[in-house]
């Protein structure tokens, strides 16, 4: 079932490359395999290097969702419907310091200058004006993706 979803997906990718749509953006496939605890078995999901998976041993709900429901009700979701719902203010606070250490900068930076970043960025969130901006955006970018 697995190498059947690998062909099904990697078809469909070759399509979507030769139709000339894939330089405008990218082609996200989130695929779930729930595997039984202490099954014996080889399953690879190697399949290329621009496929990217994570394995989790447990998902489980947790106190700090940023207001996201739950994992079995997402699944049946549309994504702009689970975006819409979000806390923004919530989840803007808990992803951006780890979005910042991402980021790769043209000069050298120094500790200081990235303390000051920092606390001028939370002043941001803590801005409903910016918030309500930055929803608004991504909301927008969403609706306009295919």
Request: net charge neutral; hydrophobic share 40%.
């Amino acid at each position: 079932l697995i190498e059947h979803c690998r062909f099904v997906c990697e078809k469909l990718r070759s399509e979507f490359l030769k139709s000339g749509r894939g330089a405008a953006g990218s082609m996200f496939v989130i695929l779930v395999v729930h595997l039984q605890r202490g099954l014996d078995g080889s399953f690879s999901f190697d399949y290329d290097s621009q496929w990217h998976f994570v394995f989790l041993d447990s998902v489980e709900p947790s106190v700090d969702l940023n207001s996201m429901p739950p994992l079995g009700k997402m699944l049946n979701m549309p994504l702009i419907d689970v975006v819409m719902d979000l806390d923004f203010s919530r989840l803007l606070q808990s992803c951006f310091r780890a979005s910042l250490s991402r980021l790769i900068y043209p000069h050298s930076r120094r500790p200081e200058d990235l303390q000051k970043q920092i606390r001028s960025i939370l002043r941001y969130l803590e801005d409903q004006h910016f918030v309500t901006i930055v929803r608004e955006w991504i909301l927008r970018v969403m609706i306009k993706t295919p």
